[in-house]
């Protein structure tokens, strides 16, 4: 059983649309990394967060330590935020550690 | 902000030989470096974590005689693919990590093997 659950797979969106992507984790952690890969296969780390809420333009990260579930919001979803993202959590007890990661969810915004 | 760089960004080889994929943190020291590999809509697999100085640690079921891993530098760590075979076809990936900047990632190396 993989130790970070992220869903959807898959994401199809219309430009300007609000984006929700989640992940649930397994175990104690404490703090979640959400990263985004581009088709080229490059990796951004987006957020960091190990409480509340976290802002970046039209990113949103949450996190809910007690429920062990994180979301990732997009408003006004653009063409160009078609990416993979990918939520991620070292394991517990650990804030540098090696990183378990989600399968991803493929998001595609059409024009 | 931190930036790995990682070259080369795709590499095609004869089957057999060779291939040096370099991870270089530029403006920071990166005291840990992971190497990653990816296959197709799959997520990222830890390979090995390597640490300034000192050997690389593997993760079950991957052959260290055939992913060399140094790490001489606390801006430079290598992995190189010995003896590449078409299996080892694949994305392959670093992620620096420093006190002061979590974790940086490069921007990846597809190998092809043929």
């Known amino acids: 059983k993989n130790e970070v659950e992220q869903s959807p797979q898959n994401l199809t969106a219309q430009e300007g649309e609000f984006i929700t992507i989640n992940c649930s984790y397994s175990?104690?952690?404490?703090?979640l990394h959400w990263l985004q890969q581009h088709p080229g296969g490059g990796i951004v780390s987006l957020f960091m967060?190990?409480?509340g809420k976290k802002k970046h333009g039209r990113l949103i990260a949450t996190i809910n330590i007690q429920e062990k579930h994180s979301s990732l919001h997009i408003t006004a979803s653009h063409p160009r935020d078609s990416a993979v993202y990918i939520c991620?959590?070292?394991?517990?007890?650990?804030?540098?550690?090696?990183?378990?990661f989600g399968r991803g969810t493929q998001l595609t915004v059409w024009p | 902000g931190a930036v790995v760089s990682q070259h080369p960004s795709w590499v095609i080889c004869k089957s057999g030989t060779s291939v040096k994929i370099e991870c270089r943190s530029l403006?920071?020291?990166?005291?840990?470096m992971f190497w990653y590999r990816q296959f197709p809509k799959q997520s990222l697999m830890l390979m090995a974590t390597?640490?300034?100085?000192?050997?690389?640690?593997?993760e079950q079921g991957v052959e260290k005689d055939k992913f060399l891993i140094n790490h001489a530098s606390l801006t430079l760590s290598t992995l190189t693919v010995t003896s590449a075979h078409p299996e080892d076809s694949s994305f392959y990936i670093c992620?620096?990590?420093?006190?002061?900047?979590?974790?940086?990632f490069g921007s990846g190396t597809r190998l092809t093997v043929v």
């Open positions: 992620s620096a990590r420093s006190e002061n900047y979590g974790y940086t």
């Open positions: 175990v104690g952690i404490s703090a």
């Open positions: 967060l190990s409480s």
């Open positions: 991620a959590a070292p394991p517990p007890g650990s804030t540098l550690g090696r990183l378990y």
């Open positions: 403006d920071f020291q990166a005291t840990t």
């Open positions: 390597s640490n300034e100085g000192s050997k690389a640690t593997y």
